[in-house]
């Protein structure tokens, strides 16, 4: 059965990571066994874990994006069947366990984003210590420290700016198809 599993996480089709990760953490909350008193709590558990899986590797969603655009079934793709099975098979097993125990778990461990104003304070980091050379250099009696510091600031600064620039593209929504392509697909389906 074909799931529409950011219905099941309650998060838009174009959200971004950190949102699917909070509308994650939540959902995983109010299913699990241990707090969901429903004749089928379990069930529901292992769907959100699958659904999380999914969504969460943009391989598998940009596979999930075209078969819901294109009403194709995804199980009947060998690679994405695969993902949904190991998805199943590992929310299985967690909803098996205490609900505190599943939250140490390296699966739900790495739903926890860094905040916005961590990536903030690096990239203004990176670009004080980009400039710490170059400040130094034009100073006539620090031109020494500002040669020796190009060795040190200098790639000190970019390392952090490019950690700094991967946060902000991974807080940025998940791009879905253009207005175009979806056109495109819908007159590739009426023919």
């Not at 969460?56 to 009403?71: A, S």
């Not at 939250?103 to 790495?110: I, L, S």
């Not at 984003?113 to 250099?137: D, N, Q």
């Amino acid at each position: 059965m074909f799931r529409d599993y950011c219905k099941v996480l309650g998060v838009e089709h174009n959200a971004s990571d950190m949102e699917i990760k909070r509308a994650f953490r939540k959902k995983a909350k109010e299913t699990h066994p241990e707090f969901n008193s429903a004749s089928d709590a379990e069930q529901q558990f292992i769907t959100a874990n699958e659904a999380y899986d999914i969504l969460i590797h943009h391989k598998t969603r940009e596979l999930f994006e075209e078969d819901l655009n294109t009403y194709h079934n995804p199980e009947a793709y060998p690679p994405y069947k695969h993902w949904i099975i190991v998805a199943r098979e590992r929310a299985t097993v967690h909803s098996r366990l205490p609900y505190k125990e599943f939250t140490r778990t390296k699966f739900y461990q790495g739903t926890h984003a860094s905040p916005y104003i961590l990536f903030v304070a690096e990239l203004v980091a990176s670009v004080i210590l980009i400039l710490i050379p170059y400040v130094l250099m034009i100073q006539e009696e620090n031109r020494i420290l500002g040669v020796f510091s190009l060795f040190i600031a200098l790639p000190a600064g970019i390392f952090m700016l490019v950690q700094a620039l991967a946060g902000f593209n991974a807080m940025k929504k998940f791009k879905s198809p253009s207005k175009k392509s979806k056109k495109g697909n819908a007159k590739m389906q009426k023919t």
